[in-house]
């Protein structure tokens, strides 16, 4: 058992190169002010660039690298031109005619507009429709008989969620697009040093929704979560109350290690969300399509403390459970099971088979899908889950 009033040399050194990272982070103004956690913010941000008469004085360019990332998704044929839109925001899209209700309503965060073409732009989170009607939003686009295109514009790109006629659309990351942007601004000097405003405000965009450590950098948080796990103090997210056990690791390994501690633990409940998502919408029917006997009738998270971090394919009262584990409950299992992994691969999902009657699990494997992948979005097509089920299941 963890002493949560000590921690050892090995868990200081383990930690050391993340929190050496995150330390030498510098003033970013939207983190000082939390702009960009509601989307509405970050639409505003994105029209700015994307208008050609914009305050940033980049002229059209935004615009074209960005319609080259549509158009690099789309058949040729389809493709539209790179610039000459006039942009606007909150367009309702036709079928909302009179007083829409602002929470249900199909309103798109941007839309580009010429005689000949349109670009409609849905901003969230995650490559999400998240109720809303694509048809209504292409509708919008074609209006006049007008060539017209999709864009869900995101943080992270799910494939798994996209359906309803979202997968229809074209997804693009705010990293891909400030990334490209990023590069034309860093060979331009004659723009950065006639406008210095401008120029620092889009470092500070890039470092946030690009390099930040806390909105878009998963690999240190990722690295952190693994050296929790491999040092032995991965018990520490099972612990209550957590803001408690929070405070006293902070004490002991300051308080960059406090934040680090909440943002694996906020990583953990991101990847048990997204492999829960997976395992509902694909995985449970790639597994069905195959097993001879026992499917999975139901895809449950219903435990805490040391075995939150764990999804379970439910198979009926004949078949044994199969879950899908990782982070501190694979470390759990690890110790427990009696055919232990030589290196287990903490930054990694588990699969293990539980040993029925006595409780507990009888083999704990690697899948190879690695925590960092479950994040992005899993394709559909990705067997890797499906086929280390089936393998366990076969024995």
């Known amino acids: 058992m963890v002493d949560v009033h000590v921690v050892s040399p090995e868990v200081v050194t383990a930690l050391v190169p993340s929190l050496s990272r995150s330390l030498a982070e510098q003033f970013n103004v939207f ?23 914009g305050t940033h004085e980049l002229g059209e360019t935004p615009q074209r690298l960005f319609l080259d990332l549509v158009n690099r998704a789309l058949p040729e044929k389809a493709r539209l031109a790179s610039t000459g839109y006039v942009v606007a925001q909150e367009v309702v899209a036709p079928g909302h005619e009179g007083n829409p209700d602002p929470e249900s309503a199909d309103i798109s965060d941007i839309v580009l507009s010429s005689p000949d073409a ?17 048809r209504r939003y292409l509708a919008l686009g074609t209006a006049g008989g007008r060539d017209a295109v999709v864009v869900l514009l995101c943080e992270r790109h799910a494939p798994h969620l996209l359906r309803d006629g979202w997968e229809n659309a074209v997804v693009v990351t705010y990293a891909e697009f400030l990334t490209v942007l990023r590069a034309h601004v860093a060979g331009e000097q004659k723009w950065r040093r006639l406008h210095s405003d401008q120029h620092v405000f889009l470092r500070q965009l890039f470092e946030h929704f690009v390099k930040g450590p806390a909105a878009m950098n998963t690999d240190d948080t990722l690295a952190f979560l693994t050296a929790m796990c491999e040092t032995g103090e991965s018990a520490r997210y099972g612990r209550r109350p957590r803001d408690r056990v ?8 300051a308080a960059q290690a406090r934040r ?17 998502d997976f395992a509902k919408s694909t995985l449970m029917y790639q597994v069905n399509e195959m097993v001879p006997a026992g499917p999975v009738e139901k895809v449950v998270t219903r435990f805490v403390g040391q075995w939150e971090w764990c999804v379970e394919l439910q198979r009926g009262e004949a078949h044994r459970t199969v879950f899908l584990e990782f982070g501190p409950t694979a470390v759990v299992q ?18 293990a088979l539980e040993s029925a009657p006595e409780g507990g699990v009888s083999r704990l494997v690697h899948t190879g899908v690695r925590l960092d992948e479950v994040l992005s979005g899993l394709h559909t097509d990705d067997l890797r889950l499906r086929d280390a089920v089936l393998a366990i299941i076969d024995g």
């Open 31 to 53: 983190r000082v002010m939390h702009h960009g956690t509601h989307e509405k913010q970050l639409s505003n941000v994105f029209a700015w660039l994307l208008n050609t008469g």
């Open 118 to 134: 349109a670009v409609v732009v849905e901003n969230f989170g995650t490559s999400d429709g998240h109720g809303h009607d694509y």
């Open 246 to 253: 929070t405070e006293e690791f902070g004490e002991l390994i």
């Open 260 to 276: 680090q501690l909440e943002e694996s633990r906020a990583l953990l409940a991101s990847v048990k969300r997204a492999l829960r």
């Open 334 to 351: 690890q110790e427990r099971t009696p055919h232990k992994l030589e290196n287990p691969e903490y930054s990694q999902v588990f699969v």
